[in-house]
């Protein structure tokens, strides 16, 4: 019986790394059972309640010192990722903290293990240092695409030492419930399953903040017109983060709304599982948010990415896709004719990426593997 802290963006509600926690667990405990061995987790959260609940699992706070030092000391080891954990574009604590975490950890005395973590942006030189540091110390890393291999490879990591891997969430099962999801404006099953007669295609959106001027969802917003004034279509807004992304696609909404194009939201399911299978009713998923794509991956539902970030430009080039628009510049009649060829022609978007969908499928779980073999030697 081996005890595992993990360390991520957990307890937010954020969907994308939510599913994230739940894949790391579901794979862990697989790999586990496989070897005839238990794993107890430990998540630190920041909230430790609403995750024991979620998950089953035991919890505590993330930024609680002592409590974090006290589940370390008991542990086997510590498990840092997945998800964009190093990077300074959200903020300068960000990296500071999962380092601190990993550095506490082999205070301790206990291996650090990376799971399928995106790097960077990193802009500030004076982080670098400290990442190949700890990095190089950690008893295995792995890394969710190739460019987040280039960057440790020139801050000083070993190239052996890192190991690419897809994104945890490609390997996340939808679960073991059935039928519609609850609660209002449920979607029919409309997506990759074969689409309900006489009944328009739901054409799944993410959106979330990100210009302060708005100009980006503005063009977007232009862009699902474009798309609803050709072809006819159900478009469903998925938020990710519950709040946040929920306010977002309201914006987007009211803008569609005075062009007299119909839309509505989803839940913000707490359960990633739950806005797996929302993905899965989609015929396509017009999406921001990382996650959304890697959900619609995960689904093998047709996507289209909306670029704020290099981690959605690294995710698509694993599908030998680029994106149909940036924040700084959309075309709304491009996008819109993007999403007519796939919607008219679904089949020929699942042949082209079926292979590789199942490749990264197979692969996502190979880092739980890796530390479940480590910590038994």
Not at 24 to 32: D, H, R
Not at 40 to 51: H, K, N, R
């Amino acid at each position: 019986m081996y005890r595992l802290v993990l360390s991520g963006y957990y307890g937010f509600r954020n969907s994308g790394d939510e599913a994230v926690l739940k894949s790391i667990l579901t794979a862990l405990e697989e790999a586990a059972t496989a070897v005839g061995v238990t794993v107890i987790p430990i998540v630190l959260s920041g909230d430790p309640e609403w995750t024991k609940r979620q998950y089953g699992v035991e919890a505590v706070h993330r930024t609680k010192l002592g409590e974090v030092r006290k589940a370390l000391k008991n542990s086997d080891g510590l498990i840092s990722g997945g998800g964009s954990l190093l990077q300074d574009a959200t903020g300068l604590g960000s990296i500071p903290y999962y380092l601190g975490i990993m550095a506490l950890a082999r205070w301790c005395g206990k291996p650090t293990f990376v799971y399928a973590q995106g790097i960077g942006p990193v802009h500030r030189k004076i982080f670098q240092p400290f990442i190949a540091r700890v990095f190089k110390k950690a008893a295995y890393v792995s890394v969710r695409d190739e460019e987040s291999a280039m960057l440790l490879r020139r801050y000083g990591v070993p190239p052996g030492h890192i190991e690419v891997v897809p994104d945890p969430v490609m390997g996340l099962p939808e679960g073991d419930q059935v039928g519609g999801t609850e609660g209002e404006g449920e979607a029919a099953p409309v997506g990759a399953a074969g689409a309900v007669q006489d009944t328009p295609p739901v054409v799944g959106v993410s959106v979330r903040f990100w210009r302060s001027d708005r100009a980006d969802l503005d063009r977007a917003a232009a862009a699902l017109e474009a798309l609803a004034g050709r072809y006819a279509v159900r478009l469903r807004f998925l938020p990710f983060h519950q709040g946040a992304d929920e306010d977002a696609s309201r914006y987007v909404m009211e803008r569609l709304a005075g062009s007299g194009v119909s839309a509505e939201l989803a839940p913000a399911h707490d359960d990633p599982q739950l806005m797996l299978r929302e993905v899965g009713r989609c015929a396509l998923l017009i999406g921001m948010r990382l996650h959304s794509l890697i959900y619609a991956a995960n689904q093998e539902v047709p996507l289209l990415g909306l670029s704020y970030d290099p981690k959605i430009d690294q995710f698509l080039h694993r599908l030998d896709q680029r994106a149909v628009g940036t924040t700084e510049s959309l075309d709304p009649e491009f996008l819109a004719q993007q999403a007519i060829e796939i919607l008219s022609n679904p089949e020929q978007w699942q042949q082209s990426c079926g292979a590789t969908i199942q490749r990264l499928k197979q692969e996502a779980t190979r880092p739980s593997q890796q530390i479940i073999a480590h910590i038994r030697t």
